[in-house]
């Protein structure tokens, strides 16, 4: 009786490497592709979508480790991306003399030392029955002290807040280089990632989607509604970025210079990565994902495991927000939307391949390419059509433009469910090899 697991395919060790075919044509079509959006839509348009896809791979490679090499669906990227996007804004805006040439920031400082020993006295409530205490009366205790030193937190601040507001409109940022809010923003996002996992990843896969998609939007709602800290719908802009900008060198050669420090740090997260999947940490990972049982016989720890692989997925995450904040020159919390920053990621390696870092960073340059080309040229085909129906005496709609917008849900829609029916694990499957 054969106990092996579907996913393994006993291959012969001594095989060659076979030549790759399939990825030498895709990607060769990519690069057709973008030369074809270069030649329609001219230089500085095209490299700005190119570094926007860049941006995205970071996301995509993010969201590949936790899906591919871990089976853990997060249906939240939108939130730690937005943390990341809030770190960039923090670190590199300029530091608001209002706001720290007052004594406000003492008082916001002492309000959050309270809320932090109000964390620490509840967590020391909730472990009183280690000292005898029945569970039932520890429980009722720390929930209702946690409500009531909430009550008293969240009044002391929103007095702190409202002066805040009133009178240097908000914090303002550091002042530092951008690239100190990504790493801050990566470490904000797998932070909140660790919060995530150490509660939800024992539980059943849809409890860590369910978890992820509500904090996702906890992050958004607390961001849009901190005025005092983001300005909220008024958005801060412009935010600094790290190599020279349009001003100094113009739209195409700054966008591109953007271009190759995105391109480095994805070389760089490749690398990594490549090296993390081809180890033994990489083949427990995928030992947890095929086959949990097992892995927990041979003395794994599955929970800590898939910690450490939710964890560094959200940190990816939260880099690739900065990043995409920065170049955007624009700190939006309304801008960051589950369509545009959740499914769009989720698409990106659903095309490329699950667990598949090369097919990740194709499927994230070519779904990018489709969701902006899909708007330009389904107006292009709606004002064909209506000139040929004036014509006819057909009464056409005036708001084409919005139409055409539209146009790009229906074709990733499409897309996603052509890749489903014909290629279910993707253009680039990951590539499993087993000895046997």
């Known amino acids: 009786m054969n106990n092996r697991h579907p996913s393994y395919t006993p291959v012969d060790s001594t095989v060659t490497r076979r030549f790759p075919v399939r990825e030498v044509v895709l990607f060769a079509a990519l690069l057709v592709a973008v030369l074809g959006v270069y030649a329609i839509m001219g230089a500085a ?15 995509a490679l993010g969201l590949t480790i936790q899906w591919g090499y871990a089976g853990q669906f997060n249906a939240g990227v939108m939130g730690f991306v937005a943390l990341g996007g809030f770190c960039a804004m923090l ?6 003399d209002a706001f720290w040439g007052t004594e406000l920031p003492g008082e916001l400082g002492r309000v959050l030392l309270y809320g932090l020993a109000a964390i620490v006295l509840v967590i020391g409530v909730s472990k009183l029955d280690r000292f005898g205490m029945p569970k039932l009366l520890r429980t009722v205790l720390a929930v209702a002290l946690a409500v ?21 409109g908000f914090v303002g940022g550091f002042g530092l280089p951008p690239w100190t809010g990504w ?29 992820t998609l509500g904090i996702a939007e906890i992050i958004k709602a607390f961001l849009k509604n901190s005025d005092w800290l983001t300005r909220g719908t008024a958005t801060v802009s412009p935010l600094p970025w790290p190599t020279p900008g349009p001003s100094a060198l113009g739209f195409t050669l700054s966008r591109a210079i953007y271009l190759s420090l995105t391109a480095v740090i994805i070389a760089v997260i490749f690398f990594l990565l490549h090296r993390a999947y081809h180890a033994p940490w990489g083949r427990m990972i995928r030992a947890i994902r095929d086959n949990e049982v097992s892995a927990a016989a041979m003395g794994k720890d599955i929970n800590k495991r898939r910690l450490e692989i939710f964890v560094l997925g959200c940190i990816l995450m939260g880099l690739g927000g900065g990043v995409l904040g920065t170049f955007n020159s624009l ?47 389904a107006l292009f085909i709606m004002q064909l059509v209506a000139s040929l129906g004036e014509g006819a005496g057909w ?12 146009a790009r849900v229906l074709v990733i829609g499409m897309l996603i469910t052509i890749v489903l029916r014909f290629a279910p694990r993707g253009l680039l499957p990951e590539n499993i090899k087993s000895h046997g």
């Open 45 to 59: 348009y095209s490299t700005r979508m190119l570094v926007e896809a860049a941006c995205y791979a970071i996301l």
């Open 91 to 96: 670190f590199s805006v300029p530091v608001n």
């Open 148 to 168: 009531v030193l909430y009550l008293v937190v969240i009044s002391m601040l929103r007095e702190v807040t409202s002066e805040i507001q009133s009178r240097a």
């Open 183 to 211: 790493i801050v923003g990566g470490a904000l996002a797998g932070g909140v990632g660790y919060f995530i996992g150490h509660i939800c990843l024992g539980l059943r896969s849809d409890y860590l989607a369910i978890a």
């Open 331 to 377: 700190f939006d919390p309304q801008g960051y939307l589950p369509l545009n920053h959740t499914f769009l990621v989720l698409v990106m390696v659903i095309l490329g391949g699950p667990g598949n870092n090369l097919g990740t960073l194709f499927g994230a340059v070519a779904v990018y390419i489709i969701w902006i080309m899909s708007e330009p040229l």
């Open 395 to 406: 009464q056409m709609p005036t708001n084409l433009e919005s139409r055409a917008l539209q």
